[in-house]
């Protein structure tokens, strides 16, 4: 019978030890994870052309920038205001804070940068530069 008792005492320390554990997480603050809007990347003969999903966002909430290669997009989506006195059910839209980094081919120009967003669309376009003749031809002196 002592063996049993052994069992039922340590499935007993087991439970207070996860319950201790489970409140130490409670208790940590939480941070904000940042979420990644989707996108899409089109390469045309003179422009790497971006589009990236961001219903809600307004032009204030979101920056953009471009260093070398890479493009970098930032910002924030409110949560949408509830109903007055209504119970939140289920929420899939992400909020918060968001960031993306593109990696463009060697031939983006970052000097040639536009951006525009309109019915929830971010498009950044980035130029190309025009690549010379892949055969050169060398004359010997």
Do not use: N
Not at 12 to 41: C, F, I, K, S, Y
Not at 57 to 67: I, T, Y
Not at 98 to 125: E, K, M, N
């Amino acid at each position: 019978m002592r063996a049993g008792r052994d069992a039922f005492t340590r499935i007993r320390r087991l439970r207070e030890a996860l319950r201790q554990a489970l409140e130490g997480e409670q208790r940590r603050p939480v941070r904000p994870q940042l979420w990644q809007p989707p996108m899409d990347l089109i390469a045309t003969e003179d422009a790497y052309v971006l589009r990236l999903d961001l219903p809600g966002v307004s032009r204030g909430d979101v920056q953009a920038s471009v260093e070398g290669e890479v493009v970098r997009v930032q910002g924030t989506r409110p949560r949408a205001r509830g109903l007055e006195g209504a119970e939140e059910v289920r929420l899939e839209r992400a909020a918060g804070a968001f960031g993306r980094s593109i990696r463009l081919p060697g031939d983006a120009d970052s000097s040639a940068v536009s951006a525009r967003l309109a019915d929830g669309v971010l498009t950044i376009r980035v130029g190309r530069r025009q690549r010379a003749s892949s055969r050169i031809r060398i004359e010997i002196a």
